[in-house]
């Protein structure tokens, strides 16, 4: 008879859908493993000693069964919740656009401990209402933690240093050509203005720790419009719509 | 080489895909069901399948609450015995049915037929949540019960709701959350322990 394995490990449920009558599959952000896709049997229906409360946005300690197939959570122990109640809707929106994001991007690489601490960040400003920052901060993190940041620096057709100044994005070669070059691309862009190309660098050479607070400067510079241009490339990347952004613009509209 | 396939009758696989894409089952039980269903007596089968038609071809969703229902209203909200000043908001007719049957209430029902989750798609527009809206106008209710589940999503959708019907001066309750009948305090989660001590109540 072959012996199971057993693994421990902490993680994060970044999201979960049920199965069968009493069972529930959980998406699990592990800091060693990537997304670990793991069933908990009988979780809807009974209180189990070995299980504490679980729902999605959680931390917790896990033990679990692993076979070819699936991965079978014996116990979960409570470690932090990253998402305070009562929940908002634009707040549920922001956690499941990070949970979807890092679910399209998921890889098995040296970044999974970067990207874990960076998804807990995350989905704690968004249960403190920072979710516009959180959210960008997040495009911005994972972009450079997966090597496909854009060029924002330099000219991407003559290297010379971009000024200060709107410039359009080119989604295809990934970067930004100054004004000079810029009749030269032809491929489809994004204009991205001033302001918003000095928040990108801002963010991308500053790692906040998990106190932001609501009135730090930069959250309240940082607007939708950010959102939605990185949104697009990143889109254009991984050919994915995020089902929770659509529902997200729509609470903000009204 | 994998011959399974072609080896099992369209019939077969047909009626396993259509099982298969029942909430809670999957491709086992499924299979499982299926050739339970062909081993079973014609009568039996032919009964079920009756059942099945009359379920699509009776039954509807009731104008004003959203339960399923086989006359329109339905039966709660045109019985004048009960309370149609005090409305509970479930997720799903099962729930509300679940709800009757401990016989603890005796008001009316609206059914969202759902649940807020953005990850699936499903935002305030995909529920019945508008029609809530203005049947709280129209009958002014005065107590509001949001029984939806106490999950992430149930909380949200009951956050949603509440913030929807504040401006109204009507009563707004949530279903107690605590430990069940029956239950051990040492097998009840923290979350759990932590709520029922919130909610304690004084024996009078």
């Given at each position: ?28 952000l ?34 679990a ?41 998921n ?38 933690a ?5 060029e ?53 050479n ?49 | ?33 299926a ?13 079920l399948a ?50 009757e ?36 106008e129209?009958?002014?209710p ?63």
């Amino acid at each position: 008879m072959q012996n199971k394995e057993y693994l421990n490990f902490e993680g994060i449920t970044i999201s979960s859908y049920e199965y069968g009558e009493f069972d529930k599959i959980f998406n699990i952000l592990s800091p060693n493993n990537g997304i670990i896709i793991a069933i908990i049997k009988r979780i809807r229906k009974i209180s189990n000693k070995n299980f504490d409360y679980i729902d999605v946005f959680q931390k917790m300690n896990f033990k679990a069964s692993l076979s070819d197939n699936f991965c079978v959570i014996y116990e979960a122990k409570a470690l932090e919740r990253l998402f305070e109640r009562p929940i908002k809707l634009t707040n549920l929106c922001s956690g499941n656009i990070i949970a979807e994001l890092t679910i399209n991007f998921n890889s098995i690489n040296e970044n999974n401990n970067y990207i874990y601490h960076l998804v807990s960040k995350c989905l704690k400003w968004i249960s403190n209402d920072i979710f516009i920052f959180a959210l960008v901060y997040f495009q911005i993190k994972l972009l450079l933690a997966e090597g496909i940041f854009p060029e924002i620096d330099i000219c991407l057709n003559c290297n010379n240093k971009i000024k200060p100044g709107n410039y359009l994005l080119n989604l295809i070669e990934s970067g930004i050509f100054c004004n000079e070059c810029s009749g030269k691309t032809k491929f489809s862009s994004l204009k991205l203005l001033e302001d918003e190309i000095r928040l990108l660098k801002h963010i991308k050479n500053t790692e906040y720790d998990n106190n932001l607070n609501t009135n730090n400067v930069i959250t309240e510079k940082v607007d939708l419009n950010l959102y939605k241009k990185l949104s697009t490339y990143i889109k254009f990347y991984t050919n994915k719509e995020l089902k929770s952004e659509k529902i997200l613009f729509t609470s903000l509209n009204k | 080489m994998n011959n399974k396939n072609i080896s099992i009758s369209s019939v077969i696989s047909d009626l396993i895909n259509h099982l298969n894409q029942l909430p809670g089952i999957g491709p086992k039980t499924a299979e499982r069901l299926a050739f339970h269903i062909i081993k079973s007596p014609e009568s039996k089968i032919l009964s079920l399948a009756d059942s099945l038609i009359k379920s699509k071809q009776q039954l509807s969703f009731c104008d004003n609450c959203f339960i399923v229902t086989e006359i329109n209203p339905c039966n709660i909200c045109i019985d004048e015995m009960r309370d149609q000043k005090s409305i509970c908001i479930v997720q799903d007719s099962i729930d509300a049915y679940a709800i009757e049957s401990t016989n603890s209430y005796n008001g009316s029902y609206h059914i969202l037929n759902g649940y807020i989750s953005p990850i699936n798609g499903i935002g305030p527009n995909e529920l019945t949540i508008s029609s809530l809206v203005k049947r709280i106008e129209k009958k002014q209710p005065t107590e509001i019960i949001l029984a939806t589940n106490p999950t992430i999503e149930g909380d949200a959708t009951a956050t949603y709701i509440s913030n929807q019907i504040k401006s109204a001066n009507i009563k707004i309750s949530r279903l107690a959350v605590g430990i069940p009948f029956g239950g051990d305090l040492d097998y009840t989660d923290q979350k759990t322990l932590t709520q029922a001590f919130n909610s304690r109540q004084i024996i009078e």
